[in-house]
Structures are given as C-alpha cells and as structure tokens.
T-cell receptor, first 111, second 115 residues
Framework: GQQVMQIPQYQHVQEGEDFTTYCNSS?????IQWYKQRPGGHPVFLIQ?????EVKKQKRLTFQFGEAKKNSSLHITATQTTDVGTYFC???????????FGKGTKLSVIP | GAGVSQTPSNKVTEKGKYVELRCDPI?????LYWYRQSLGQGPEFLIY????????DSGLPNDRFFAVRPEGSVSTLKIQRTERGDSAVYLC?????????????FGSGTRLTVV
C-alpha cells in the first residue's frame, strides 16, 4: 500500500547548525502533517500542508510540500537543544480519518 | 479536560492475562483514535471512533483486541490473552473532526509490558 519514506533515519548536528528531514511518497498525497516527539514523550502536532508547493513557517521551522505533492520537508534553522526529538511525517487520504506515519527522523543536537 | 488523558501510564502484565487501557479525549472532540507505537517506529493505526461507533477497526491486529466508546467520550481498549509481542506504547488521540484537518492531539500513552 501507499507509504512514505523519511530520510535520514538519524541526524546528529552541532547546536547552531541547520537540519532538514525529508518525506517522500511514490504516489500523490492529499495532505501531509508533521509531528514532533520528544524522548519519552508523545507525538505533538506541528503543521498540516495541503496545497501544491505550499510553504509554511513557524519561527525557525520551515515546512514545504512539493509541487507534485509527493514529497515534503521540514527545515530547522540554527538548531537548539530543545529541538531534540523524532520528527514524523504523516498523511491521510482525502477526507479520511486515518493517519499513516513515516518511521521518523531522530534528531540529536550536540551542545 | 485540557488534554487527552490516558490511564494507566504504565502496565505490566503476565502473558495470557487480560488488560484494559483507558482514554479520556478532549471535550468536544468527536473523533477518537487508538494507535500503537513500538520502539523506533512511528505510530501504527489500530481503530477509529466517530461518536460511539467504531468507524474503522481495520488496524486491530487480531480478535484479541477490542475497543469500545459507549457514550461517545471515554474509550477503553481491551486486550485478551496478552502476548509478549503486544508490548508497546498504546497511544490515544482525538480530533475535532474525523478528517484530521486540524491534526491529532495525542495522550501521553500507556506503556504496556507483557512478561
């Protein structure tokens, strides 16, 4: 069935460096959501993208949805230790209720 | 309440025993979901409720798993004859509408360990 691939699986960065995680699908997605899960915590909703080529920003976080709606990215500028965690992309079918999650990208930030 | 509440936070049970996991969603959220998360993996869909009815239970792994939401608010996930492979964090989430347009709000989860 349809699924999304997240790369990289792990990323270690020095504090202050930028970080990007990618979410790729072989088929067109109706929407994409991003969640952050801190170590020992639960997933927390960050954003939803629905339009082709959409770009949204939240402070140091920039989210993009590809023109073909087959890929998405999350970019963090000047990482901080508070950014540590696993970032998941997830999608649902048009008008659907079920989210399917990727395997996530685990970010470590070295102070 | 202010968030999604799940109890217990941790549950250790012996293989073969029956367990119940409880979820109290955000007031006013009609959609409720159960997910299961194994170590190093993303959450995996189990079941979705819209109101009192299970709109989709296609993610339940087998007939040992069952969930109810009798009054359209609190939900209970029930696992019979537990197996060691059932060990995982069970996450409950709720959303304002079933189309997940506003994202899910997850609870802190129940960590189930079957020994």
């Amino acid at each position: 069935g349809q699924q999304v691939m997240q790369i990289p699986q792990y990323q270690h960065v020095q504090e202050g460096e930028d970080f990007t995680t990618y979410c790729n699908s072989s088929t067109t997605l109706s929407n994409i959501q991003w969640y952050k899960q801190r170590p020992g915590g639960h997933p927390v909703f960050l954003i939803q993208l629905v339009k082709s080529g959409e770009v949204k920003k939240q402070k140091r976080l920039t989210f993009q949805f590809g023109e073909a709606k087959k890929n998405s990215s999350l970019h963090i500028t000047a990482t901080q230790t508070t950014d540590v965690g696993t970032y998941f992309c997830a999608y649902s079918g048009a008008g659907s209720y079920q989210l399917t999650f990727g395997k996530g990208t685990k970010l470590s930030v070295i102070p | 309440g202010a968030g999604v509440s799940q109890t217990p936070s941790n549950k250790v049970t012996e293989k073969g025993k029956y367990v119940e996991l409880r979820c109290d969603p955000i007031s006013g959220h009609t959609a409720l979901y159960w997910y299961r998360q194994s170590l190093g993996q993303g959450p995996e869909f189990l079941i979705y409720f819209q109101g009192t009815g299970a709109a989709d239970d296609s993610g339940l792994p087998n007939d040992r798993f069952f969930a109810v939401r009798p009054e359209g608010s609190v939900s209970t996930l029930k696992i019979q004859r537990t197996e060691r492979g059932d060990s995982a964090v069970y996450l409950c989430a709720s959303s304002f509408d079933g189309a997940s347009n506003y994202g899910y709000t997850f609870g802190s989860g129940t960590r189930l360990t079957v020994v």
